[in-house]
């Protein structure tokens, strides 16, 4: 107690004048401009390739080509910029509402304070599950810390008081407090401590799309190699030929994908913001559109958490229910209570049972499984032990028994048996419901008994058999579970990885310490309003409000995403496959390109202007996960791909036999390549009739734009050749009666499957 009166803290005006000597708690990260973002993407691999494309048009004296290579050179750079600019304001803003708080005693008062107006000489309160905001020296009590976030160990390390902890590390077990060494880049970490996950890894949805990326570069480089070839054979300049490889590669390759998925992820966890979820890592988004299997935590999530002691039993006649309490209550943490204490301290204020004071006291430690103290009963000294039925009587809990049971031990010989039992929220089974009817299976965890758990699934919803944590190594069939029993936390993890390893795309709900691992191996891990901070670190989704409900806005979230990154994908590969087919056939037949190389980078760039649009595009939420695949995606596109090749190569060849001139071939097919690709994009957006669905304003406004102006050059002759309206016409009616056909066979595809 001496000790604790010499630890007064800070005043709330000694803070602010470390803060304003020493700056927030915080480390700047360097802010590159949007013009130095533009000057970083002119130098890189993919840049490099249009800047050679540029110099051999200045030196074979084609300045007007030379001109279109340096518009979709600065094209690329300012698009990329833009998008990675709008995907890091939505980073930054959810970086801002999950900065941790910290218990910090100012002014002889305890309070709560975003970890970043920490100072140097704060003491503040560390328990388990929290993540240290700053360098510390361990003042009370000691600690174990999982440091693996600096020394990328994973056993914990235990720290007594005098020792020091260092930002970033995170407490496992323990309660102490502690008092602020150093801040921000002064720490060890040097760094911000922030809930937000800033090295994400990619999601189902991008790993699919980057072997799609992968097919088109190696298609690229067969016709290329191709063209090459024919060029030496024919004796043809191989230098007039390069720049137009180059221009074709960056127009089919999409280099910008990255950016473009995750401006379609921020637009996302913006609406979800507001619905109060937060996205700590963007890829959980479009991993929830593939989510077909939930696991809940019953205590905190399915349930109020908010257990009630309503049975006592003794064991033996050597203590009452009375005295029970005062043993059990005086084991309990007064500072910072779970909910099991919450429930044995109210019970005991019920029967006026007044706490003990006792030594050598030991919080609960979820490895160890009880919480320990040492005071006297009946005149003389004992250790009195309070948790796990399981742990302190080395049996199962009763699994008839409905409720929870938290026993009680004196020098290791149980005296009695609380039985507590908590009541589902007024919303679960109305929550649960709309997550079943989006098609995804729930199933709950709870470490209570199979009896208690069975009871609690039938309330809120869950059909089928409850089975005890033991038997899921007998394989039993998903679809018959409504939940598991027995679970302890650290089962957790090899439940997520045994349904993964069948198949499964598996969400998670937790808030505790113990929860860490599991969720962060979840495909969704989605942290509780209630989560300890690790918890929160380790998941990619966080709910700021109780139950369940605003899984189902996730969910929604997650498809919007998906559908539109599958047009986007469809569109590409179909677009792509057709540009590139077109110019190789042509060439190889005609001794020309097709298509100017003015042509190809106003097609690139108009079709990557619509693509900005598509993150906000108006989308239908499916009822099941999505199970896309590459042979389901490819066959897909495949349809639109033949459809338009085939039209295109017969049109092109009846131009050329007609003996029209290359530059108005070039434009008809300018708007041909145009016309199919804005009109496929309508198409790939619904699994409807094209016309039976509206685009967002955005989308429209973008096509019809595009639309236009493709007319307005091809008619005045800016840029390419001119044509007349008639031609213009006919392109029109060609690619709408095509699309029609092609849009009936999409929707049959769908029917069908």
Known sequence: MAFLEKVQGLT?????????????????????????????????????????????????????????????????AVNGAVQEKRASKVLGNLTQQLVPLVSVLRDGQWQQVPSKELVVGDVIRLKSGDVIPADVEILTAPLEVDESSITGESQAVKHDPNATAYAGTAVEWGESLAQVTATGKNSRAGKTITLV????????????????????????AVLAVILTIAALIRGE??????????????????????????????????????????????????????????????????????????????????????QLLTLAVSATDFKAPSEVDRAIQMAAHRHQAQPLTGTDNLLFNPQVGYSALTVPVNGKSARIKLGSYHVLTGHAADKNVLGRQVALAVDDQVVGVFTLQDQPRPDSAKSIAAIKARGVKVIMLTGDGQATAQKVATEVGLDGQVISSADLAQKPQLAQLAGIADVLPENKLAIVKQFQQAGYIVGMTGDGVNDAPA?????????????VDIAKKAAKVILMVDGLSRIVDLLDSGHRVYSRMMTWTITKLARTAELTVLLTVGYLVTHFFPL??????????????VTLALGTDNTTITTHPETWNLGKLSRLASVFTVGWI????????????????????????????????????????????????????????????????????????????????????????????????????????????
């Open 596 to 609: 100017s190389l003015n042509a190809i980078v106003l097609v690139a760039i108009l079709n990557d202007l």
């Open 646 to 753: 085939v039209t295109g190569i017969v049109f092109g060849h009846e131009l050329v036999a007609s003996g029209m001139a290359h530059g108005q071939v070039s434009t008809i097919l300018f708007l041909y390549l145009l016309f199919s690709a804005m009109l496929t994009i309508l198409m790939t957006r619904t699994k409807k009739f094209f016309w039976q669905s509206r685009p967002s304003n955005g989308v429209l406004t973008a096509i019809t734009l595009n639309c236009l102006l493709a007319i307005v050059l091809s008619v005045t002759g800016v840029a390419v050749t001119a044509i007349s309206w008639a031609w213009i016409g006919i392109v029109f009616v060609l690619v709408l009666i095509v699309g029609i056909i092609l849009d009936a066979i999409q929707v049959g595809f769908y029917q069908h499957k």
């Open 237 to 322: 300049n191989i230098l007039a030929l390069a720049p137009f490889l180059a221009v074709l590669v960056i127009a089919t390759i999409p280099i910008a994908m990255p950016s473009s998925f995750a401006v379609a992820n921020s637009v996302e966890a913006r609406t979800l913001s507001r619905e109060q979820v937060l996205v700590s890592d963007l890829t959980g988004i479009q991993n929830a559109a593939n989510l077909n299997l939930l696991l809940v935590d019953k205590t905190g999530t399915i349930t109020a958490n908010k257990p009630e002691v309503i049975k006592i039993t003794p064991i033996g006649k050597q203590f009452s229910d009375q």
């Open 197 to 220: 996950s800033t090295s994400q890894s990619p999601g189902h949805l991008q790993k699919l799309l980057g072997k799609v990326i992968q097919y088109l570069a190696i298609l690229d």
């Open 519 to 531: 969720l962060k191996q979840a495909d969704v891990g989605i942290a509780v309003k209630s989560a």
């Open 12 to 76: 709330s005006a000694q803070a602010q004048t470390k803060l304003k000597q020493d700056g927030p708690n915080e480390v700047a990260m360097k802010q590159t401009t949007f013009w130095g973002s533009v000057l970083k993407r002119l130098w890189e691999p993919s840049a490099w390739i249009l800047e050679v494309a540029l110099l051999l048009e200045f030196a074979l004296g084609k300045w007007v080509q030379a001109v279109f290579v340096l518009l979709l050179l600065l094209f690329a």
